[in-house]
């Protein structure tokens, strides 16, 4: 089977020659053990962080290794008396067409209401970060206004929807019409603002007329400091990515002084601080997937060997919701 390791750190850009594809032995499988096939592999802006191997909150992706990445796919062997041939799994094999694993870190999936790739998405990692950032972080309440960057996003269209439910206003910052126009009218926020059209500040001030209560950031510079410019007293601000500054861009922040004017609680988070509150915010979020509470969006590549276009795709923007690559 194939799989997709990284050959070199990036050195500015990602660039395709950071990646190498290699063929690799199908492994015997030891007692306790079971195969997995993957059928699709998530693709992360924090697998940009990974591949630097500057100081972060978590360990560098280890050079000519299988790049990391969240999976699902379906067991197609199994020594392992807890898993059956047939059985849908999330797990973290990685850029790899197939994955060996104990069944420790596995999570088995219900396919029956939800299909496997949402469990990459609204229903995995992105939904996650969603639902603790709104409800453990920001504490949102119904009336406030919630303003989400990147919000056609994997991460940004599930906090928006989890916003509206909260009773909150939601106000997203995306790309381009069509993100757009899809956050509105697809996802029901109250309002979406390109910051592409050009007049950014004016469209954000007409989109919050009462103010910002609290911001979801997910992408920094000038996004980040439009939300400041509207924020409230004592607004907080989730900071969850700075997806504008991964390729090494500095992120200034003009609007510092309200911070200390409006006395704004700002507060970074990784989704992974809190594990205990995974099973309850995923559970959740399950519901309202398998309900059509929560919508989503996919842009699939197809194959393994389409993982680094993609990829690159995904930090400037192209990808239109959350991207996956397609492996069967
Ligand atoms: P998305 O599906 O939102 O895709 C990334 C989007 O970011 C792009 O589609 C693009 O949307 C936007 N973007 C890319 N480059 C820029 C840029 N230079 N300036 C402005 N916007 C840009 O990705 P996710 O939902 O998976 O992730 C969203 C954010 O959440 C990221 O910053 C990510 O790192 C962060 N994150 C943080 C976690 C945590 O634990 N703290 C966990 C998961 C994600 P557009 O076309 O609208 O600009």
Same mark, same amino acid.
């Given at each position: 089977y194939q799989r997709i390791v990284l050959a070199n750190r990036p050195r500015g850009p990602v660039t395709p020659e950071n990646f190498r594809l290699e063929t690799v032995e199908v492994p015997e499988l030891a007692d306790g053990q079971l195969l997995v096939r993957n059928h699709y592999l998530s693709l992360d802006p924090y697998m940009r962080g990974r591949m630097s191997a500057a100081k972060s909150y978590a360990a560098p992706q280890a050079l000519d290794e299988t790049m990391i990445g969240g999976t699902v796919g379906e067991v +197609? %062997?199994?020594?392992?008396?807890?898993?059956?041939? &047939?059985?849908? +799994? %999330?797990?973290?094999?990685?850029?790899?067409?197939? &994955?060996?694993?104990?069944?420790?870190?596995?999570?088995?999936?219900?396919?029956?209401?939800?299909?496997?790739?949402?469990?990459?998405g609204p229903v995995g990692m992105p939904g996650m970060t969603a639902w603790y950032g709104l409800n453990q972080i920001l504490q949102a309440k119904a009336g406030e206004t919630v303003?989400?960057?990147a919000a056609s996003g994997a991460v940004g269209g599930v906090l928006g929807q989890l916003a509206k439910l909260r009773g909150c206003r939601a106000v997203g910052i995306a790309g381009g019409r069509e993100k757009c126009d899809y956050v509105v009218d697809e996802l029901g926020f109250d309002a979406c603002v390109d910051y592409k059209a050009g007049k950014l500040d004016e469209d954000l001030a007409a989109a919050t007329p009462v103010g910002?209560?609290?911001?979801?950031?997910?992408?920094g510079g000038a996004v980040f400091d439009a939300a400041l410019a509207r924020t409230n007293a004592f607004a907080r601000v989730a900071l969850c990515g700075l997806i504008a500054g991964y390729g090494g861009e500095e992120l200034p922040i003009k609007n510092a002084r309200l911070l200390l004017l409006n006395r704004i609680t700002l507060r970074g988070f990784i989704v992974t601080e809190h594990p205990e509150l995974w099973p309850q915010g995923l559970g959740e979020l399950a519901g309202l997937v398998a309900g059509g509470k929560i919508k989503y969006r996919e842009t699939i590549a197809d194959g393994l060997a389409a993982a680094p276009e993609a990829f690159m795709g995904l930090l400037k923007g192209k990808n239109f919701g959350k991207q996956l690559v397609r492996l069967i």
């Amino acid at each position: 089977y194939q799989r997709i390791v990284l050959a070199n750190r990036p050195r500015g850009p990602v660039t395709p020659e950071n990646f190498r594809l290699e063929t690799v032995e199908v492994p015997e499988l030891a007692d306790g053990q079971l195969l997995v096939r993957n059928h699709y592999l998530s693709l992360d802006p924090y697998m940009r962080g990974r591949m630097s191997a500057a100081k972060s909150y978590a360990a560098p992706q280890a050079l000519d290794e299988t790049m990391i990445g969240g999976t699902v796919g379906e067991v +197609v %062997a199994s020594r392992n008396p807890k898993y059956a041939v &047939g059985d849908f +799994v %999330a797990g973290m094999f990685g850029w790899s067409e197939m &994955g060996v694993s104990d069944g420790a870190l596995l999570r088995k999936l219900d396919t029956t209401r939800i299909p496997p790739s949402a469990y990459l998405g609204p229903v995995g990692m992105p939904g996650m970060t969603a639902w603790y950032g709104l409800n453990q972080i920001l504490q949102a309440k119904a009336g406030e206004t919630v303003v989400v960057s990147a919000a056609s996003g994997a991460v940004g269209g599930v906090l928006g929807q989890l916003a509206k439910l909260r009773g909150c206003r939601a106000v997203g910052i995306a790309g381009g019409r069509e993100k757009c126009d899809y956050v509105v009218d697809e996802l029901g926020f109250d309002a979406c603002v390109d910051y592409k059209a050009g007049k950014l500040d004016e469209d954000l001030a007409a989109a919050t007329p009462v103010g910002v209560d609290a911001i979801f950031e997910n992408v920094g510079g000038a996004v980040f400091d439009a939300a400041l410019a509207r924020t409230n007293a004592f607004a907080r601000v989730a900071l969850c990515g700075l997806i504008a500054g991964y390729g090494g861009e500095e992120l200034p922040i003009k609007n510092a002084r309200l911070l200390l004017l409006n006395r704004i609680t700002l507060r970074g988070f990784i989704v992974t601080e809190h594990p205990e509150l995974w099973p309850q915010g995923l559970g959740e979020l399950a519901g309202l997937v398998a309900g059509g509470k929560i919508k989503y969006r996919e842009t699939i590549a197809d194959g393994l060997a389409a993982a680094p276009e993609a990829f690159m795709g995904l930090l400037k923007g192209k990808n239109f919701g959350k991207q996956l690559v397609r492996l069967i």
